[in-house]
């Protein structure tokens, strides 16, 4: 029996905290796919829960015999005049013995929650009768306290519904929304500009042209006869090797030091052949870099 005792105790004090998720944010910004990734992770989820309710539901959680171990809840401006409440609640959440609370709080830039909101045709909840963009900047301001109270701010500007979805698969074993640094290795052609938001950027327009060999040029990077032409240079070799071995060094630097996002363009002359194949053979040469999230993307890649 005595043994039986200690064990218990043993097993009290090394209890693990019952995991309860605070989502918030912008509208527009990927709050819906947030938390039916979390639901799809086994998480109790509540949507626009007043957050006078926060504490009740948090208490749940922690019963014995319960079958909500672990929860997850969206609080955003629909909220009203009660998200004035939020800090002082959220804090008393804080409070609770053998409870985690983790608030994560997902943003947008202007121009891509404007595209969205335009796409949707869904008008913004603070603007149902005039533009989108004055909703977006009220919001932004209503939100900002809550903002600066994060645990996580997840930036979903750049983000696919997949990889929003996908950056919250790691909630369920407690890591951190946009704990990874997601890579973008970025295509182009150098005649349609050079892409702004670019880290990093090579210029591989020394490499053998497919576009003058008239059996390759309907063809893109993607393609193997394309893939297997730039192969036979020497040049292509040493270029991704050397390529390689520096991103190598370079990516786990970034991520070490909490960089969120890191571009990567690779450019030739129009941006369908050289510089897809070379960004597609970059990703594959960089899969299963620890704490990093690969993507590529191909911006020029339908011009002619």
Do not use: W
């Amino acid at each position: 029996m005595r043994e039986k005792r200690h064990a218990a105790r043993r097993a009290a004090r090394t209890a693990i905290k019952s995991r309860f998720v605070v989502l918030t944010g912008l509208s527009g910004s990927g709050k819906s796919q947030a938390i039916r990734a979390l639901e799809d992770l086994g998480y109790f989820c509540v949507d626009n829960l007043p957050v006078t309710l926060l504490p009740m539901l948090a208490q749940l959680t922690l019963r014995a015999g319960t079958e909500i171990s672990r929860a997850a809840v969206v609080v955003d401006v629909r909220e009203g005049k009660m998200l004035k409440e939020f800090p002082v609640i959220y804090r008393k959440l804080e409070r609770i013995r053998n409870l985690h609370p983790v608030l994560i709080f997902l943003e947008a830039s202007e121009a891509a929650l404007v595209r969205r909101f335009s796409e949707t045709r869904r008008p913004h909840p603070l603007a149902p009768d005039r533009s989108a963009i004055e909703g977006i900047r009220e919001e932004r301001t209503a939100m900002t306290p809550i903002h600066r109270m994060a645990d996580h701010i997840v930036n979903t500007s750049e983000m696919t519904v997949h990889e929003l979805r996908q950056t919250f698969t790691g909630v369920a074993t407690g890591t951190a929304p946009g704990a990874q640094l997601v890579v973008t290795i970025l295509s182009f052609g150098f005649k349609h500009g050079i892409p702004v938001d670019s880290d990093l950027l090579f210029d591989v327009r020394f490499l053998p042209n497919p576009h003058f060999v008239p059996a390759l040029r309907p063809h893109t990077g993607r393609d193997q006869a394309v893939v297997k032409y730039l192969e036979r240079s020497d040049a292509t070799r040493e270029f991704l090797e050397h390529t390689l071995n520096l991103l190598k060094f370079l990516v786990p630097q970034y991520a070490r030091e909490g960089k969120a996002y890191l571009t990567i363009g690779i450019g030739c002359t129009g941006g369908r052949h050289r510089s897809v194949a070379i960004a597609e053979a970059l990703k594959k040469g960089l899969a299963g870099t620890p704490a990093v999230q690969l993507r590529v993307k191909h911006r020029d890649i339908a011009n002619d």
